[in-house]
């Protein structure tokens, strides 16, 4: 085979591969948007767009997200306003509209994605039966992060088990679906006005009832912060129940499906504990000389 043919059949494949658009919601990220982008921009196959979506944020979010325009240039970043509504969900459904990749990826704004997950993207949607696609987590602020990683891998995987892969849900920290699946579902999915629910299951519970096909891509992997933990008792708690809100209104009674409620219940204290020691240990300044 010539050489001319090879470079000729890499360019054919490139061309067929599927454009992906990141697309992340913020409501002052200040502090956390400029290691998301970067993470974003650094990729072994480059994103179509990058979309943050400023939700009414009240600190430097926007003007951070400008810089880093002006200083990455040639990456596709793109800044949109979404001034009309304050909330997760219609910020989330504006950046999806305004994609125009053939897959919309999705993660927050506290988000480190691997450098090779819009490649893993790509390959996840490679099989043109998958409508959407997730993949694990590493919490980047907390110890012992490559057993945290597998450890959420075995989770997520055990609860496809525990659904007998009837359901299979998405996690907003990672995630992508195909245009075309988003167009079907868009119209139909919760406002959840009074910020009850969990926005990423209520999404998943919607592809399900149109058979759209959503796949567990263990190497599409993204970093998070384990900030959740900072929360108190009793809005942790109201995090978590925000499963069965959701299973709810969704009229899902499947007792396998409390699950995950049951695993962060259970890893609360634990976590916040090594968190803590964590945060005092790589805040300690470094010795010299024995002192």
């Known amino acids: 085979m010539s050489a001319d043919k090879s470079s000729g059949d890499a360019l054919n494949d490139a061309a067929q591969l599927p454009r992906v658009s990141i697309v992340i919601p913020a409501y002052n990220e200040e502090s956390v948007i400029r ?19 400023d939700n009414l944020s009240t600190d430097r979010t926007a003007a951070i997200v400008g810089q880093m325009q002006l200083e990455y240039p040639e990456s596709p970043i793109l800044l949109l306003s979404q001034h009309q509504d304050q909330g997760l969900i219609p910020t989330r459904n504006f950046g999806l509209n305004s994609a125009t990749g053939d897959i919309l990826g999705r993660i927050d704004a506290d988000s480190v994605v691997e450098p090779d997950w819009v490649e893993q993207v790509q390959k996840a949607f490679q099989d043109q039966s998958v409508q959407a696609a997730t993949g694990p987590v590493v919490y980047y602020d907390m110890p ?91 809005d942790y708690r109201y995090y978590v129940t925000r ?13 396998a499906l409390k699950a995950p409620m049951v695993v962060f219940f259970s890893v609360y204290f634990p976590a916040k504990l090594l968190r803590a020691i964590h945060t005092v240990n790589t805040a300690q300044p470094v010795r010299r000389g024995g002192q």
Not at 35 to 48: D, G, K, N, T
Not at 243 to 254: C, E, I, Q, S
């Open 243 to 255: 499963f069965d809100r959701t299973y709810k209104a969704h009229n899902v009674k499947k007792m």
């Open 35 to 53: 290691q998301c982008l970067i993470a974003a921009v650094y990729q072994s196959v480059p994103a179509h767009e990058i979309i943050v979506v």
């Open 144 to 234: 012992m992060r490559r057993f945290g990683l597998k450890a959420d891998d075995k989770m997520r995987q055990l609860m496809l088990k525990l659904a007998k892969h009837q359901y299979h849900f998405l996690f907003g920290s990672n995630m992508a679906l195909r245009a075309t699946a988003w167009e079907i579902i868009r119209d139909e999915t919760c406002r959840d006005e009074k910020d009850e629910m969990h926005e990423d299951i209520d999404l998943s519970l919607h592809l399900a009832d149109h058979d759209l096909k959503v796949q567990y891509w263990p190497q599409m992997v993204s970093g998070m912060s384990a900030r959740r933990l900072e929360d108190s008792p009793r």
